[in-house]
Each structure stands twice: as C-alpha cells, then as structure tokens.
C-alpha cells in the first residue's frame, strides 16, 4: 500500500492552557519524537491547514504554542480538551542538540520564537551537567505578551534568564512579567553586551524570532567576534506542504520545510528572500 505523506492522523486535545490574551498552549495525544526544533502541519477539516511549531514533547504527547490570528487559529481556539485535530509531520530540521553539549549555549528568542526553543531550554535543564552555562534572553512587546512565565521562573533557577518588553503595560508594571528572571524595557539586542562571555571558541548561540530581531541580534553578536557557524536561527516562514513540493516556503534553491526551519547561521546569511 502507497503512504500517503499529506493524510493527516486524528490528535486528541488533552489539555489547553492560556499564555496570553491570543496565546494558547495545546498538549496533544502523540506517539511521535520530534527533534527540538521541528514543526507539524495542523488542520481543521472543511476550515484549512497551517504549520505550528513543537514547543515541546514528552512521552505521549506533543504541545504547541499557537496564536490566534487567521481563520485555522480562529477555529482551534475555539476547541477544547476532548476535542480533536489533525496532524501532519513532524517536518524539517531541528537544533543539533549535541553540538551544545560541554558548550556555553545562549539562546535569544523574541516574542513567539521562545516556542520553538521551549524544548531545547527543557532538555538543558534537566540536565544542566551538558551545559558550561547558559544564558537565555527573551524579548517581548509588552508584559502582556510574555509567554511561559512559570517556565521563565522555573528555568532562572538554574540558567540565567533576562527578560525585556519593547513597553510596558498601562499600568507601568514589570513585576507581572516573571518574578526570578531580570527584566528591563528595550529591545532584546540591548541585552547582549552585558552576557558574559568568558571564551568566545565555546559559545553556542541560537536566535529565533522575526526576520529583523535575528539579523540584527546576529549582528550584535558577530560584533561581540562569535563565529557565524556557531550560531543557528530559526526561520518563521509559510510552510504549506512540508515536503518541499509546493514552493511557498522555497528561498532562492533552498526549501525551508526540507532544509530548515533550522539553519546555521553560515548558511542561514546567503538566503535572500
């Protein structure tokens, strides 16, 4: 019998938690182990399809982080645990865990590009023993916008975590933002002169968020001497098959579904959309 790489599989919602006012977390029924880093493609029949990142995974289950903010995310938000959706993948590349080990890893993610880091952060800290250390900065709009507040304290307990909002909220608070983590009001590149970088040959870097807040926070640290081969990005792009067949996601020669959404940065900088 002929395997159909587009039929999706039935996924049960086994639990739903609130992020922010357009942000949810989904903890789906799922055998599958995805790399840190890979994405599925999500649907709703008679409604469409749309690819979402795996923020994390355990045994049994998959979660993703999703958004409101198109019709797909209109019709899942509305779902509730006990119901169910469709599932493809997972596709791509994921971050090559291994390549951090016994290595200096900083991880900058801006707004919902922590999703797609959110397994690789749990993964170090459970074992923070692969780890030299690990400095985690985050950067958001606002306070209202922090996603994973009780992970952002739980991970400051063992890596140092900063967190930064572009502006605060109408009532000036940033103490609602997580109460271990430091934080401050600024763009997320203000943060990387003030990480310590005791030998620039074991640092590791991964940056995910929007295209500008990568190029320029490689930018920064590429100024700082890192080498761009020690530093990977993740791209937020359009992934409508996830099997390089229908050319929405294709940069130049290179597929993003097929090649990506994870690249070295190497690499990642000859890719002119």
């Known amino acids: 019998m002929v395997k159909n790489n587009y039929l999706p599989f039935k996924s049960k919602i086994l639990a739903k938690y609130q992020q922010t006012e357009l942000d949810w977390t989904y903890r789906l029924e799922c055998q599958l182990q995805p790399m840190a ?3 599925m493609e999500v649907s709703l029949p008679g409604v469409g399809e749309c690819p979402i990142s795996i923020s994390d995974f355990g045994d049994g289950y998959i979660e993703m982080t999703i958004r409101r903010v198109g019709q797909v995310t209109v019709g ?3 779902l509730a645990p006990g119901d169910y959706l469709f599932l493809r993948g997972p596709y791509g590349n994921g971050f090559p865990l291994e390549s951090f ?4 890893l900083i991880i900058a993610a801006g707004g919902t590009g922590l999703a797609p880091v959110k397994s690789v952060i749990n993964y170090f800290y459970a074992r923070p023993e692969l780890l030299q250390r ?4 985050t950067g958001f709009k606002t306070p209202n916008d922090v996603l994973f507040k009780r ?11 900063e967190v930064t ?4 909220d109408e009532f000036g608070n940033l103490e609602v933002i997580a109460n271990s983590c430091s934080r401050r009001t600024g763009l997320i590149t203000a943060l990387i002169p003030d990480v310590e970088i005791p030998s620039l040959e074991d640092v590791r870097v991964i940056i995910v968020g929007p295209p500008v807040m990568m190029k320029f ?8 001497g890192l080498a761009k081969e020690n530093i990977w990005v993740s791209f937020e792009r359009k992934m409508s098959c996830g099997l390089g067949k229908c050319g929405h996601c294709k940069i130049d020669e290179t597929y993003v579904c097929l090649e990506g959404p994870v690249f070295n940065f190497a690499q990642a900088q000859t890719l002119l959309d």
Request: with cysteine; aromatic share 14%; charged share 35%.
């Open 37 to 39: 880093g890979q994405f």
């Open 76 to 78: 899942i938000d509305k």
């Open 101 to 104: 080990y016994d290595k200096h």
């Open 134 to 137: 690990c400095d985690i900065l």
């Open 151 to 161: 992970d952002l304290d739980k991970w400051a307990q063992t890596f140092r975590v």
């Open 165 to 168: 909002v572009d502006k605060l």
């Open 217 to 224: 926070t490689a930018q920064e640290f590429l100024c700082r």
